[in-house]
C-alpha cells in the first residue's frame, strides 16, 4: 500500500522557520525523483521544489530559493522540506508528491495527504 504521509505543519510568525517531513512506503523511494507541492487558499496548486532521486539534483521555485531547502534520506524513505524566513504567503497547505520537475500538478496516487502551514504577520 502506498503512503506519503506528511510531519504535522503548524502556525509560526512571519521570519520564522518550520521543518517539513515526508516518510514513505509502498515503492522503492530511492527510485524516484520528488517534490513538494502546496495550494494556498483559494489558489492552484504550486509546485515548491523537487529532487532527484539520488539527491544531488534539487530545483526550487524562484519565489522559494534562498529560503527552502528540500533534501532527501534514501535510508529512512524520507523527504524533507526546510523552509526559513516564511512569509504570510507561503500559508498553504504542502504535499509531497512522487515526480520531479515535470509532475503533473493534479493530486493522484502518489501523493501525501498535505499538512497545513501557517503564516502570522
Known amino acids: 500500500q502506498v503512503q506519503l504521509v506528511e510531519s504535522v505543519g503548524g502556525l509560526v510568525q512571519s521570519g520564522g522557520s518550520l521543518n517539513l517531513s515526508c516518510v514513505v512506503s509502498?515503492?522503492?523511494?530511492?527510485?524516484?525523483?520528488m517534490s513538494w507541492v502546496r495550494q494556498a487558499p483559494g489558489k492552484g496548486l504550486e509546485r515548491v521544489s523537487s529532487?532527484?532521486?539520488?539527491?544531488?539534483?534539487?530545483w526550487t521555485t524562484d519565489s522559494m530559493k534562498g529560503r527552502f531547502t528540500i533534501r532527501r534520506d534514501n535510508a529512512k524513505n524520507t523527504l524533507y522540506l526546510e523552509m526559513t524566513s516564511l512569509k504570510t504567503e507561503d500559508t498553504a497547505v504542502y504535499y509531497c508528491?512522487?515526480?520531479?520537475?515535470?509532475?503533473?500538478?493534479?493530486?493522484?496516487?502518489?501523493w501525501g495527504r498535505g499538512t497545513q502551514v501557517t503564516v502570522s504577520s
Open positions: 508528491a512522487r515526480g520531479g520537475a515535470s509532475l503533473r500538478l493534479r493530486i493522484g496516487a502518489y
Open positions: 509502498g515503492f522503492t523511494f530511492s527510485a524516484y525523483h
Open positions: 529532487i532527484s532521486s539520488d539527491g544531488t539534483t534539487a
